[in-house]
């Protein structure tokens, strides 16, 4: 690869290929598909206890979250913090936190053969946490606590590009997918509606395939960003390679 200038310049083959093709793709993917947070009708919200994080945007403006560099690559993030609560003799206080983050980052790693290779790796994660709290409330103005219960899951895949050029001179952009099963957990403290607070408070089959079928999923990102990434790298990185092998 020590022939091969165009891409052992991280600087230009981000510039170039990377940001344009990869990371500008993906960021208009996800523009298209985020939805803010949203409270249920007849409830109300806690503006107190509510926040927002989103890369790119400064702390309490408006904005849609953007890729920002890093000294590895780049990163997008978007999380929100809300609070609300139901009114009436029985009530539900409920926190919902909602955390999406995609990092690119560009590095050399070795393939399996052990050479060193420009490598790309894209890592997506998203984590969705609710929490319920209940009270009764009496007409004499007690208040019992019923408990509480929480639940969360975590979605998330991984995807990896080398520049790859065999010892015949071919070259290519290898891909490899790691699919990484959803992850959920949940609890309860005191007498709680349900001993299920996962089923009550998260809906994971409809969350898991949102993540795997959305515009900015696994299968998504691979079959047509990385596919148009690829036929914009291989012609030049095979000409190199002809000269430095040929």
């Not at 003799?89 to 990092?103: A, G, K, M």
């Not at 690119?104 to 894209?122: E, K």
Request: aromatic residues 6%; charged residues 25%; proline residues 6%.
């Amino acid at each position: 690869m020590s022939n091969l200038t165009n891409f052992d310049d991280f600087e230009e083959f981000a510039r170039r290929y990377l940001k344009p093709l990869l990371v500008d793709a993906l960021q208009l993917r996800l523009d298209a598909a985020r939805a803010g947070p949203r409270l249920p009708p007849g409830t109300i919200g806690n503006p107190s206890d509510s926040e927002w994080s989103r890369s790119g945007v400064s702390d309490g403006a408006a904005g849609e979250p953007r890729f920002t560099r890093t000294s590895r690559g780049w990163t997008w993030q978007d999380r929100s913090l809300v609070s609300w609560q139901t009114h009436g003799p029985l009530t539900h206080r409920r926190t919902s936190e909602q955390e999406q983050r995609y990092d690119v980052l560009l590095s050399r790693q070795p393939d399996m053969a052990g050479v060193p290779r420009l490598t790309v790796d894209l890592h997506a994660v998203r984590t969705s946490y609710e929490r319920d709290a209940v009270a009764q409330h009496g007409a004499d103005g007690e208040t019992l606590d019923l408990g509480a219960g929480w639940a969360r899951l975590t979605l998330r895949w991984s995807l990896r590009l080398q520049l790859v050029v065999t010892s015949t001179g071919r070259a290519n952009v290898v891909s490899c997918a790691r699919r990484v099963a959803p992850h959920a957990d949940a609890g309860r403290s005191g007498p709680y509606v349900t001993a299920d607070p996962l089923g009550r408070l998260l809906d994971v089959r409809c969350l898991a395939r949102n993540w795997e079928r959305g515009a900015a999923s696994l299968g998504a990102v691979q079959d047509q960003l990385v596919s148009r990434l690829a036929a914009a790298i291989e012609p030049p990185l095979a000409r190199q390679a002809h000269h430095a092998y040929g």
